[in-house]
């Protein structure tokens, strides 16, 4: 603690007292740049003068983040797909440390994407620098021997979920549970829905959709959004599964409408390419979504909370359908050696989180071959009905309250106390 000229005390978050509160941090993807934003906002609160440079996408830039590069550069799924893409992943690191250091950072915060992250922090860490991984990798489900490198590489973890500390605590390296923060950050409005009407009157009301439903009224039987993810590699993967099964659905039911919300311009592009590309009533009844004005708060959870069912990737958006009470089928397919090599590794026998919160199957999750039109179609067929659509909410609720029961504290302040520990040593 530093003395004020009123003589009372004020913390010290800097190595050098005279200097603004240097800060590097990185996302790898687009969750991530939602997670880094939260946490910049709170220490843009706590702390008058901040100084953020690193790699993010638009919510950390609008936090203050002088972004290096795309984040897009660094968000490549799946073992194989990592190893072509190896050489521009190592310059990557390479520039990032060059430019921590040229700015004399503080503080290193890596934003999940921890293979890359945890490789930045090692070698940042020798250099003095207070490392800091937000979200931790997975090695309560494998590879647990990765404990070694990530107390090599960090001074603290910030896990989201109250089931992964146990590692931490076992090879006695600090970690400290703060929750998601869309436990606290979904708007109050979104999760009391509760009514098939109250969805349809957020249809109705949504800018964004109005060309979409117009005179659609009384032509609607269900709204399911589709989400095949965020990254390229995914959508290509994932998406022509759900539009496979979009089709044989439509057989079923020709009133059906389905969404799929897209958080930029190139993410509308890449969705809306594979989309032309289809029949033309598979056309009509798939709407993709952009906030073209960026006015809308929460765009692609208010897509998410009007539908009555949502196919997705595994992943984030599985919390947040979770917490928006809103059942799913979770779709998940990647390139068959990187299916093969972490089949082996893994210790969890679920991919989404509901279930590995649950610690049971309560959303159908298909995997690889299990993911394709035929038994798309049939899940979601199979949770329309009222019994199973009513069961799967029943447990999504119960899962949810328990999770919002787990105490936490904020990121910052874990944060802000682990250096001021690490200050006193």
Request: aromatic share 6%.
């Amino acid at each position: 603690m530093l003395a004020s000229a009123s003589g009372q005390t004020k913390p010290i978050y800097t190595q050098d007292p005279t200097k603004p509160l240097v800060i590097g941090i990185v996302a790898g993807e687009a969750s991530g740049d939602s997670l880094g934003a939260d946490f910049m906002a709170q220490v843009n609160d706590l702390i008058e003068e901040v100084v953020w440079i690193g790699v993010g996408g638009p919510k950390m830039e609008a936090q203050g983040l002088k972004s290096l590069f795309p984040l897009e550069r660094l968000a490549v799924m799946g073992l194989v797909e990592v190893m072509s893409q190896l050489p521009d992943l190592l310059k990557a690191r390479s520039e990032l440390v060059s430019a921590f250091t040229k700015a004399q950072i503080d503080w290193f915060i890596g934003i999940d994407a921890p293979d890359f992250n945890l490789r930045v922090a090692k070698k940042l860490k020798p250099k003095g620098i207070f490392c800091v991984q937000y979200v931790s990798p997975s090695i309560w489900a494998w590879r647990e021997s990765r404990i070694e490198s990530i107390k090599k590489a960090t001074h603290l973890v910030l896990c989201l979920f109250p089931f992964e500390l146990e590692v931490y605590q076992r090879h006695n390296h600090p970690a400290v549970c703060v929750g998601h923060p869309l436990l606290h950050n979904l708007p109050k409005d979104l999760i009391e829905i509760e009514t098939h009407e109250q969805r349809r009157e957020l249809i109705w009301n949504n800018s964004e959709l109005h060309n979409f439903f117009a005179n659609r009224k009384e032509d609607i039987s269900q709204m399911i959004c589709l989400m095949p993810g965020s990254r390229r590699s995914e959508i290509n993967a994932i998406l022509p599964l759900m539009l496979n099964a979009v089709s044989r659905l439509l057989l079923v039911d020709e009133k059906l409408c389905f969404v799929i919300p897209t958080i930029d311009k190139n993410h509308q592009y890449i969705v809306k390419d594979l989309i032309e590309r289809q029949d033309e009533s598979l056309r009509k009844a798939v709407a993709v979504a952009y906030d073209e004005t960026q006015q809308q708060q929460d765009f692609s959870h208010s897509i998410m909370a009007m539908s009555d069912l949502i196919v997705l990737a595994s992943g984030t958006a599985t919390l947040e359908a979770m917490l928006l009470n809103r059942p799913m089928v979770v779709v998940y397919q990647m390139k068959k050696l990187s299916y093969a090599i972490a089949k082996r590794l893994v210790k969890v026998p679920y991919v989404s989180l509901p279930n590995i919160l649950a610690g049971e199957e309560i959303v159908p999750e298909l995997l690889q071959e299990q993911a394709n039109g035929d038994n798309i179609c049939r899940t979601v067929t199979r949770l329309m009905t009222p019994q199973a659509y009513q069961e799967q909410l029943t447990r999504l609720d119960e899962t949810a309250t328990w999770l919002k029961q787990q105490s936490s504290q904020s990121a910052v302040s874990a944060v802000v106390n682990a250096w001021h520990d690490h200050l006193n040593h």
